[in-house]
């Protein structure tokens, strides 16, 4: 998977489309249509937004940066051992916080399974 650096952005290139439909050019930010999902837990709050038919979630890290950088490490690693785990859009890192997106999981959620 090639990853695009953009501003301070780290984009997985497959998603740049998206991104660049997120992406403000000019203040170099994200420009994101209103959340339909947020939780905040601790030193991190989860967004979930939704942008022509594709939901992503973007989990703000404002402390413990380290599990960050972890968890974006881990996306790649599952994924290419065969696991199911949300794909990788994008990593952000400022000096206050760390940014990770990834998509929606398809499936039947954990809560919908009726055990036997």
Known sequence: MGIIKIANFEVLERHILLF?????????????????????????QIK??????????????????????SEWENLFK???????????????????KIEIATFELKGIPLSKLKSF
């Open 20 to 44: 660049n439909q997120i992406f403000d050019q000019n203040s170099q930010n994200l420009s994101l249509p209103p959340s339909f999902f947020e939780h905040k837990k601790r030193y991190r």
């Open 48 to 69: 979930g937004y939704e942008v022509n038919g594709q939901k992503f979630y973007i989990k703000e890290y404002f402390a413990h940066f380290e599990e960050a950088e």
């Open 78 to 96: 599952l994924r290419s051992l065969g696991f199911s785990v949300p794909e990788p859009l994008f990593k952000r890192k400022s000096s206050d």
